[in-house]
């Protein structure tokens, strides 16, 4: 089972990520927080394997996020996702220890390969 927290503050778009990710894998835990504060709450709470983090949050930055919990959590997989597919940014997740950059028009094939990936490599490190 994948632990999955999506932190995303459109509804809609975090409805159509859980649903995409729900049907990739049917067993996944998965939590949702429309901002920072909520989503380092679910953390504390109960850490999660794989995050999807938005790069744009109400009152936080995805990126700024992704470096307190990377080090409180290096554990933790987090994909950055924005409508902003710059260099730049790329740059700031890598740095920021995000493990992916995924642009919100990625086809959702490549996101399920992704969602697939994290639980393999998850379940190869409990081996």
Same mark, same amino acid.
């Given at each position: ?52 983090? #938005? =790069?744009?949050?109400?009152? #936080? ?7 307190? =919990? ?7 997989? =987090?994909? =950055?996702?924005?409508?902003? #597919? ?42």
């Amino acid at each position: 089972m994948l632990r999955t927290l999506i932190v995303e503050d459109n509804a809609a778009f975090r409805q159509s990520l859980r649903s995409l990710v729900r049907e990739a894998l049917p067993d996944a835990d998965i939590a949702e927080a429309g901002d920072g504060e909520e989503a380092l709450r679910q953390i504390a709470a109960a850490p999660p394997d794989f995050i999807f983090m #938005d =790069i744009r949050l109400p009152k #936080d930055n995805g990126l700024r996020l992704t470096k307190l =919990i990377k080090a409180a959590h290096p554990g933790i997989v =987090i994909a =950055i996702i924005t409508n902003h #597919d710059l260099p730049e940014y790329r740059r700031a997740a890598a740095d920021n220890g995000a493990s992916y950059f995924i642009p919100k028009d990625t086809p959702t094939d490549e996101i399920v390969a992704i969602v697939r990936a994290v639980r393999e490599s998850k379940i190869a490190a409990c081996l």
